[in-house]
């Protein structure tokens, strides 16, 4: 069964630092979404990107978030200067269609220190 | 804002038993989804439901919807072990852009 697959599977960071987390999405899905999950907690929504462009953000998407696909195959999420509330596991996600669901990546575990 | 209500929160329940997870949301959405999430783990999906009325069942698990009530339902038949994970219900938005998520349902069944 084809699956998302996301690379490094957990990263350790200091605070202030940047850090890049990266997925490559299904072959031919379309859609493609971060979410992130603080330890425990429910599953919060950060950015949805189509055709090369941001579709929404959540508030949580600030500047210092970017998303970008720099090939036909990556799906990257940036942060530039991280602060320990960025600790998280950071899904990655994607759909052929919309309305349909999602298939969700294993999921990157960051850590800021 | 969209509200994705589930409960309970934690469900101790002895193998055999049966048992119910209960999702609300807020909106107009006629469909919903269901992800098992072990611990450490991704989000795996067990149901996609898309219209009003659905029913889908998967082994001991079976999820139903009622977009009238905006209620869907996890039932679970005759617990096992394997069954413990955490189960959360998704809505979503009205763009289709994201998924609002239940708090999830922390199920530990007992041998």
């Known amino acids: 069964e084809p699956e998302v697959t996301q690379t490094p599977s957990h990263q350790v960071t200091q605070m202030g630092q940047e850090v890049i987390l990266r997925c490559v999405p299904i072959s031919n899905h379309l859609y493609f979404y971060w979410y992130r999950q603080i330890l425990g907690q429910k599953v919060e929504f950060l950015v949805s990107f189509y055709n090369n462009e941001i579709s929404e953000k959540s508030e949580i998407f600030d500047d210092q978030f970017s998303v970008e696909r720099p090939d036909g195959s990556n799906f990257t999420l940036k942060i530039r200067s991280t602060k320990l509330e960025d600790s998280a596991m950071y899904f990655c996600?994607?759909?052929?269609?919309?309305?349909?669901?999602?298939?969700f990546g294993s999921g990157t575990r960051l850590t800021v220190v | 804002e969209l509200k994705v209500e589930q409960n309970p929160l934690f469900l101790s329940m002895q193998e055999g038993k049966n048992y119910t997870i209960y999702c609300n949301y807020s909106?107009?959405?006629?469909?919903l989804y269901w992800y098992r999430q072990d611990p450490g783990k991704s989000l795996e999906s067990l149901f996609v439901?898309?219209?009003?009325?659905a029913v889908k069942q998967e082994g001991r698990l079976m999820a139903s919807l009622d977009t009238k009530a905006r209620l869907s339902t996890l039932h679970i038949t005759a617990a096992v072990h394997d069954l413990s994970a955490t189960y959360f219900c998704?809505?979503?938005?009205?763009?289709?852009?994201?998924?609002?998520f239940g708090s999830g349902t922390k199920l530990n069944v007992k041998p």
């Open positions: 996600a994607s759909s052929e269609v919309t309305g349909s669901g999602y298939t």
């Open positions: 998704a809505v979503d938005s009205d763009n289709f852009n994201k998924f609002y």
């Open positions: 439901l898309l219209s009003n009325g």
């Open positions: 909106t107009t959405s006629d469909r």
